[in-house]
């Protein structure tokens, strides 16, 4: 089965946020790794994958300007209605991230993707993410990659996913990423189901 918008509707619309299997109640791992970053505060920051995560507020809470995809309208939506009321610079966008992202999307300093990638499969659909991710990242800008590991499930979310090594994201992102750090970390998803991830953040040094 492929990733659709349609399937992610009907999971984000009958499934609590604190009962979806990627639930986090913290987003520390993450922050380990924007912490490396100097000066990552004053930045525009692309979550490929928004969804319902809490690390919305939390980048929003430290002054970032945000462009927020997913390919679910229902969880934009989830989204939306929590910041009901409060201004924010945050540019909207609903689509398959596997498609090039539009010429009117601001380019961003930093790509944080939280499982999102894993659920691409098709090899086509893997290019043109990672053609996005080159396309919006300004030169000089960080990425930071959190997938399922290589001992990693093989399936989430009832959809078969691509298990990733540090190895692979660095071959795939291509000669113009550096690897900063990256590290192992074991998920405990809310049903207490052990979730093996890898966690990697990239510097860009080049065009190409």
Wanted: include cysteine; proline fraction near 4%.
């Amino acid at each position: 089965m492929k990733s659709t918008g349609e399937h992610w509707d009907r999971i984000f619309s009958k499934t609590e946020d604190e009962m979806l299997g990627w639930y986090e109640r913290d987003a520390s791992r993450t922050l380990k790794l924007l912490d490396q970053i100097p000066g990552w505060e004053q930045s525009t920051v692309f979550l490929p994958g928004a969804g319902t995560s809490i690390l919305v507020e939390e980048l929003l809470s430290r002054g970032v300007k945000l462009v927020l995809n997913d390919i679910s309208a229902e969880a934009l939506n989830k989204v939306k209605a929590r910041l009901q009321g409060e201004e924010h610079d945050i540019h909207w966008l609903c689509r398959d991230i596997a498609l090039p992202v539009p010429d009117t999307v601001p380019h961003v300093d930093i790509w944080i993707d939280r499982a999102v990638l894993h659920f691409l499969t098709d090899e086509d659909d893997i290019k043109g993410y990672f053609n996005n991710v080159r396309s919006a990242l300004k030169t000089g800008g960080h990425a930071i990659f959190a997938e399922f590991s290589k001992t990693g499930a093989e399936k989430c979310a009832g959809l078969q996913v691509h298990r990733y090594s540090v190895e692979e994201l660095s071959e795939r992102l291509g000669e113009f990423f550096t690897l900063i750090s990256h590290f192992d970390y074991t998920y405990l998803n809310p049903h207490g189901d052990p979730r093996p991830y890898v966690y990697a953040l990239y510097k860009r040094i080049g065009n190409g």
